[in-house]
């Protein structure tokens, strides 16, 4: 029965999104307002029936009613409860329905929040919203239903592929969808702006913060999918060019594109007709990376369909999508006109030079990942296109980039000072270059470009750091007036100055964890010692496990550094019994030096373990940026100017303190 | 008694290791590649082996290199890139012997060929065309100069009589 509601409620869903999508349509052209607000009760209700089908299958999972397909193909009753609950998503038919649900609730979010959207855009935005709810909808009712029952039942259910159960992988979807659904809504306000035929800097203030938000989501998403790579899979990688993770960073580097670019809109009126092409292009790639990840184009552990005829359903969504924004783009962006004029050294001269080197990375990753397929489909030619490719075309992209960005915002609007700007980063390019020279000193055996990537992101901290110390006149003023200008600074500054420290912070973790890593492989009998990085580590021998739905083989290692007792290590190995198949489970030692990262291999002859141990120097840097990236964007977004709405409120209270005054 | 260890610090400035990790999921037991019988006693040609084995893909595998992988390929592989270079071959013989046997799919960078020149060409050639179209737009900005219209006959007067009037 809860099965069965949750089928119905998918169809009602569907009803109500091709309504949210006519009406509106309909009453925003004949400028009927009754017509048109058929748009905000349509976008709750969705947002309720999506719900209720999404609660539905969770319900089926937590409680293992094996007669729906769905749950016995991927769950099983001795599975830990959050793994039955992340088993909704981890599977194709499920991972839609959330898809749909986060949709949902992002138009559910205009309807409630928009409430000082002019009737007009508001009914555009939801209708578009509409179209892609009833496209996906259809899609999940017609090819991919979660609901379909089993009759007889079964008595247990298939299990979750192990890798899956880990609690980074278990919230990483949803992370990741917000992300990339979450850029549907600046496709919707692009789409909604085309079929107005106007747009203005107004546009850009509703439209950056669902950007901002999709994009923090997706940063988080992206992070976690690497963090979970680093410890499950087993050797210390933490990003492998694959192409799954492209799927996912090429939205990232287009939407971190499309914050810029919508800035310099809000701010100037300029780069109208550029910001409407780079929303529609990032939903595209989201759209994309949906494709590529659940049509089974690439054999992939994400790629949990196989069915051939799901793939070219969602290759026709994604066509119409795509194909049909891009010709009203062609149609009606000659309509927007142009904006504001400026100098090429300029504030919005530093965010073109930004938006074209991260177009241009995120398209060399498009080729990257998609050549292969296209070469084999039209020549039968197959290739192979990996890290060292994306190394020689998207580093070189990205080192200039990185360079340029404390330039930014430390230059003015329409010209710029570009000596006056690299006078106030005098201090911070001088203790980034000193950090590198003494580095290179250090390291002078290679590689050598590494001393350089270190004082890169420490440019990127210490630019940022520069900008607020700039903009509070630290070196000049009283600490009671550095004090008031403090806290009278805009949350965004600080925002984009934490955002751009992030990326420094990731920087340095990328570079000194892969140029100074170390490495032993050996083959140790219980009683043996290795030593790495300083460390000293005693295989003390195997000790079996038995866990929740696993068995295991706990490696136990005592660690202890110039003779002091450090830690223990307890790298596994996990046998899932009901799915038949292995995981890794790394022992990992964290310090501020960096990780120390064991992993138990197989049993040789004679007694012995094969054992790899790394060190990793200041790898979890990489995720840390991440997770300060994240609060920039959460800082910069409890901005009140961000929020809808607010910019006339924020000025009338200027206009009263400046009255005041 | 101290085991045998071999360590090296990883090569260069590579921004991620070239591996799939996908398919090694489903090739089963993750537990990383290179094996402690397979390491050669001459530190530098071990070296070598290992930068050559990033270099090539495991053939059963996603995006994966042979030095990473679990397969039983790869570590076929991996020892014939050994046995060649033991044999006294250069890396670059060593390369071209696997190609010889398995083909272009093996290289995780491919080789610059006809069939390739597309992919190697399209980075560079998307920012030349991003350049131009920038460079293109702002000329059309700076010659049409809107915003900066010259004055009208009538707004000439106004001005005039702003400024002789105070």
């Known amino acids: ?61 937590v409680t293992s009613d094996f007669s729906v397909e769905n749950v016995w193909r991927n769950s099983h009753s001795a599975k830990p409860l959050i793994y039955k609950i992340s088993g909704v998503w981890g599977n194709h038919e499920g991972s839609m329905v959330l898809w749909v649900l986060i949709l949902a609730l992002f138009g559910a979010s205009v309807a409630i929040y928009g409430v000082n959207l002019p009737r007009q855009l508001k009914a555009n935005v939801l209708a578009v919203q509409g179209s892609i709810a009833a496209a996906f909808l259809l899609f999940i009712i017609t090819a991919s239903n979660p609901f379909v029952r089993l009759d007889p039942a079964p008595f247990d259910g298939e299990g979750l592929n192990p890798v ?75 990003w492998f060019w694959d192409p799954v ?58 790629a949990f369909a196989v069915d051939p ?122 203790v980034a270059i000193g950090v590198a020279m003494l580095l290179l000193a250090v390291h002078h055996r290679g590689p050598w470009l590494a001393p350089f990537g270190v004082g890169l992101g420490l440019w990127l901290i210490l630019g940022a750091v520069s900008e607020i110390a700039y903009r509070v006149k630290l070196t000049e003023a009283a600490p009671a007036e550095i004090w008031r200008r403090l806290r009278n600074l805009p949350r965004a500054a600080y925002g984009s100055a934490l955002a751009h420290a992030g990326v420094g912070l990731t920087v340095i973790g990328i570079v000194a964890t ?16 290795a030593e790495i990085a300083g460390y000293e580590l005693t ?67 004679d007694g012995a373990y094969s054992v790899r141990l790394y060190f990793n120097p200041l790898v979890r840097l990489i995720w840390l940026g991440a997770l300060v990236m994240f609060a920039g964007g959460a800082v910069s977004l409890s901005d009140r100017r961000l929020r809808v709405g607010a910019p006339m409120r924020g000025r009338t209270k200027a206009a009263a303190v400046a009255a005041g005054e | 008694m ?26 089963a037991a993750p537990a990383g590649a290179v094996q402690p019988d397979e390491i050669l006693a001459d530190p530098s040609l071990e070296g070598r082996a290992r930068a050559i084995s990033a270099g090539l893909r ?65 980075t560079p050639f998307v920012l030349a065309a991003a350049l131009l179209l920038i460079w293109l737009a702002y000329r059309r900005r700076k010659a049409g100069g809107e915003g900066l219209a010259p004055l009208s006959a009538g707004e000439k007067r106004r001005l005039k009589r702003l400024l002789d009037g105070s």
């Open chain 2, 58 to 122: 495991c053939l059963v595998c996603q995006n994966q290199s042979i030095d990473d992988s679990d397969a039983p390929l790869a570590r076929d592989l991996r020892l014939l890139v050994r046995e060649r270079l033991k044999a006294g071959d250069s890396d670059r013989e060593v390369v071209d012997f696997i190609v010889a046997r398995y083909g272009e799919f093996v290289l995780l960078k491919p080789r610059f060929t006809r069939a390739t020149a597309l992919l190697w060409f399209a």
């Open chain 1, 164 to 238: 899956l159960q880990d609690p980074a992988l278990a919230f990483h979807p949803p992370f990741l969808y917000a992300g990339y659904v979450g850029f549907s809504m600046a496709f919707s306000f692009a789409i909604a702006a085309l079929i107005d035929g106007r747009i203005d800097a107004a546009w850009a203030r509703w439209v950056r913060p669902w950007t901002l938000a999709a994009w923090m989501c997706l940063t988080l998403g992206v992070a976690m999918g690497s963090w979970w790579a680093y410890y499950e899979l087993g050797w210390g990688g933490f």
């Open chain 1, 309 to 430: 005829a799901r793939g070219i359903f969602i290759l026709a969504i994604m066509s119409v999508f795509i194909g049909g924004s891009l010709a009203l783009f062609a149609w009606r962006a000659p309509l927007l006109g142009q904006g504001g004029l400026f100098a090429p050294i300029s504030r919005e001269g530093a965010l073109v030079l930004n938006n074209l080197l991260l177009t241009t990375a995120c398209a060399a990753v498009f080729v990257g990942t998609l050549y292969p397929l296209a070469l084999e489909a039209l020549t039968g030619d197959k290739i192979s296109v990996g890290a060292p490719f994306f190394n020689l075309t998207f580093t070189p992209l990205i080192v200039p980039l990185l360079i340029a960005v404390p330039f930014g915002p430390l230059l003015a609007w329409k010209r710029g000072d570009l000596v006056a700007a690299a006078q106030r980063l005098m201090a911070a390019a001088a």
């Open chain 1, 1 to 61: 029965m809860i099965a069965e509601t949750g089928h119905y409620a998918l169809i009602l869903a569907l009803a109500v999104a091709i309504v949210q999508t006519v009406l509106p349509l309909l009453g925003a052209r004949m400028r009927d307002p009754q017509l048109a607000a058929v748009a905000v009760p349509a976008a709750q209700m969705q947002f309720v029936l999506v719900a209720i089908a999404f609660i539905a299958l969770t319900t089926a999972y």
């Open chain 1, 514 to 529: 892969t140029a100074w890593r170390s490495e032993a492989i050996v083959a140790l009998k219980p009683g043996n010692t």
């Open chain 2, 2 to 27: 101290t085991a045998m260890v071999w360590r090296k610090p990883l090569p260069a400035l590579t921004l991620g290791l070239s591996l799939g990790l996908w398919i090694l999921i489903l090739a």
């Open chain 1, 539 to 605: 295989f003390k021998g195997v000790a079996p496990n038995q866990g929740p739905n696993y068995r295991e083989r706990i490696g136990v290692f005592a660690v202890t550094r110039n003779g002091r007792a450090i830690t223990e290590l307890l790298p596994s190995k996990r046998e899932f019994t009901v799915e038949k198949s292995d995981t890794t489970e790394a022992g990992i030692h964290a310090s501020w030096r960096g990780d120390l990262y064991a992993v138990l291999g197989d049993s040789l002859n």
């Open chain 1, 245 to 302: 993770e492209n799927a996912s960073f090429m939205p990232w580097l287009a939407g971190t594109a499309l914050l810029h670019s919508a800035l310099v809109m809000e701010k100037r009126d300029a780069l109208k007709v550029w910001t409407i092409l780079l929303a529609i292009v990032t939903f595209s790639l989201s759209l994309m990376g949906t494709f590529l990840v659940r049509s089974g184009v690439l054999t992939s552990v994400h």
